[in-house]
């Protein structure tokens, strides 16, 4: 996986030199080994000094905040990034990037540290952190290490309890640890405090109790163990359902090998598949919020697999916000390849859906833009999607665009609702312009003279601009004009280099249109049939004669073995044209042939 690379200034002194070379390769190779190794170099220079030169500082900082804005699941480097602030700037700034940690990447780990670090330095945000860190991983299996650092930290005792209520309802690794520490504690609260007022109701039936001050002491501690111990009696099922798949998931981080990722993915699949139809059948919250995590974590390892994000948004779509949907949206394009761009451009429409600002849409679009800038495809896709976006939205007004594009005579230009493309301008290569053109054709009433003035232009010599051939094809055809679908034919086979597949298409629409008006063909054509359409076979073949290549007669005596020269090739001597437009037809004579002996013969083949 390769990141572009940002211009970072490394002081121009001698004792750098080992930073310099390492930034130096990383320009010429941004693999994932030589950021690395710019890394280590940096780690080494600091263990070495205590002074530190500013512009050392903005290097590292650039370097690392450049970095894991790209890859955030790297957790080793965060930390290394966190220390060398540390030793550089002060505690402020390394807890600046604990923070930044969380937000790219709120995993157990960074969370671990940060609260660490916040309850080390007196921090007031302690219980709005763990609070954070819980929404993102309460019904992680492997949570403990979290769970632990709150209990750590919290003295409250009405806060500890609601914090044991959550967690012996959790299956994750460490259920049984616990549920033996709520059962210490649990006898010293109120039982009200311990038991929701409908499950109380419940043994206070079986009491016969009409309300919990005539429960005795006794009866209290009876009715605290016998719902604890149910608690952990579900827990403790789930655990064991879900043992089979933790038990296999054994590589959970970020790796660039492909080969660990895809032996896991299965079980992660199945994993999270069983969850999902155990939620279909009783759709609760805790299951919910279990099931979003495991989708979270599996995404860690495949985050560049475009089908799970699919399936993630697709979970969670019904019951989150715009924020978080637009979220999971934005941190998914950071990973998918540009080969999948499916979700890029779904998310055009949940702008839509959610009435976002043409100002934001407009924004990512032109995002988008940039994204492709190298990749054609993705490119053209974008290109695709604006257009289809402005004509949903009566915005599509281009004929200034494509006038200043093709050089004709400027107009004075309308009011920005007239010439909306004007904001994307800068991004639109000649490709992006034969898409436009393409699409702006059909609000044409009569788009002859649009042909007549601009067929020639060097912008529909492009492979892009096939569009723009087919329509005035199809166009002409529709019309029945076959004049002006021969010269059409003609000009595209003689005078542009498209494609054989493409000529072949070509060939075979207007075979097609001239066989349905066999009439009107023999008389566009004075009573003799059109030749390019008897030769249609011979155009579609791969013969360098045919095939519409300007062949010479050297070609020609190449035909059945390249390269060597043969000058007996087989001939028809007797050849005849018929007019198919004549009601007699004089029946030929036998064909003749030359060269037949001589092409028999072995082929002389040129000494090595």
């Known amino acids: ?35 690395e190794s710019l890394f280590s170099e940096y780690t080494t220079y600091t263990n070495s000094t205590s002074s530190y030169d500013p512009q050392l500082k903005t290097a590292v900082f650039d370097s690392y905040n450049h970095f894991v804005q790209t890859y955030p699941y790297y957790v080793s480097h965060w930390k290394n990034w966190t220390a060398l602030e540390y030793k550089m700037n002060g505690i402020e700034s390394s807890l600046k990037v604990m923070r930044l940690s969380v937000e790219l990447y709120p995993c157990v780990d960074l969370y671990v540290d940060y609260l660490a670090a916040l309850i080390q330095n007196g921090s007031e945000d302690v219980k709005q952190v763990y609070m954070q860190a819980l929404e993102n991983n309460e019904f992680d299996f492997n949570g403990e290490l979290l769970w632990d650092k709150i209990f750590e930290y919290e003295k409250d005792p009405e806060t500890i309890l609601k914090l044991y209520l959550r967690v012996i309802k959790v299956p994750c690794y460490a259920y049984a640890k616990y549920y033996n520490q ?15 007022k409908d499950e109380l109701s419940g043994y206070l039936s079986r009491f016969d109790k009409s309300n919990v001050d005539e429960l005795s002491l006794v009866e209290k501690h009876q009715i605290v163990d016998d719902w604890s111990y149910n608690c952990f009696i579900k827990t403790q099922e789930k655990v064991n359902a879900i043992w089979k798949y933790e038990s296999e998931l054994l590589n959970q981080k970020y790796t660039s090998d492909i080969a660990v990722v895809k032996k896991e993915q299965k079980v992660w699949m199945e994993y999270i598949t069983s969850e999902i139809e155990v939620y279909n059948k009783d759709s609760n919250e805790d299951e919910f919020k279990l099931i979003a995590n495991l989708f979270q974590r599996c995404l860690i390892p495949n985050c560049h697999d475009e089908s799970i994000w699919v399936k993630y948004l697709k979970f969670i779509n019904n019951k989150s916000n715009f924020d978080k949907l637009s979220q999971v949206h934005q941190l998914s394009n950071k990973f998918i390849p540009l080969t999948q761009n499916n979700l890029r451009f779904a998310y055009i429409y949940l702008l839509i859906k959610y009435s976002q600002t043409q100002d934001i849409i407009f924004q990512y679009f032109i995002d988008l833009l940039k994204l492709f800038n190298s990749y054609k495809s993705g490119y053209l896709q974008t290109i695709n999607e604006l257009i289809a976006y402005l004509q949903s939205t009566n915005r599509f007004n281009v004929d200034q665009l494509i006038n200043e594009y093709l050089g004709s005579k400027k107009k004075q230009r309308q009011a920005d609702n007239n010439f909306i493309l004007s904001i994307f301008q800068p991004y639109f290569t000649d490709d992006a312009m034969c898409l436009i053109i393409t699409a702006y054709l059909p609000t044409l009433s009569d788009p002859r003279p649009f042909f007549a003035s601009n067929y020639k232009h060097k912008l529909f010599t492009r492979s892009s601009a096939i569009g723009f051939w087919k329509f005035f094809f199809e166009y002409e055809s529709l019309k029945h004009n076959l004049t002006n679908v021969n010269f059409i034919l003609n000009y595209i086979r003689t005078s542009l280099s498209f494609p054989k597949i493409v000529l072949d298409q070509f060939t075979d629409m207007a075979y097609e249109l001239s066989t349905a008006n066999i009439l009107s063909e023999l008389h566009t054509n004075h009573g003799k049939s059109n030749t390019e359409i008897i030769k249609r076979d011979l155009r579609k073949s791969n013969s360098a004669y045919y095939g519409g290549v300007k062949g010479s007669e050297q070609l020609v005596r190449q035909i059945g073995h390249p390269t060597i020269m043969m000058d007996a090739t087989p001939q028809i001597t007797n050849l005849t044209t018929v007019d198919l437009s004549s009601d007699a037809v004089e029946v030929s004579a036998f064909p003749t042939f030359r060269n037949v002996e001589k092409a028999a013969l072995p082929v002389n083949y040129p000494e090595a």
């Open 1 to 35: 996986m390769n990141t572009p690379i940002p211009k970072i200034s490394i002081p121009d002194d001698l004792q750098y030199a080992n930073i310099t070379k390492a930034y130096t390769t990383l320009q010429q190779s941004p693999t994932l080994t030589n950021w």
């Open 182 to 196: 709520f059962i210490k504690i649990s006898k010293s609260y109120d039982i009200r405090l311990v038991i929701s």
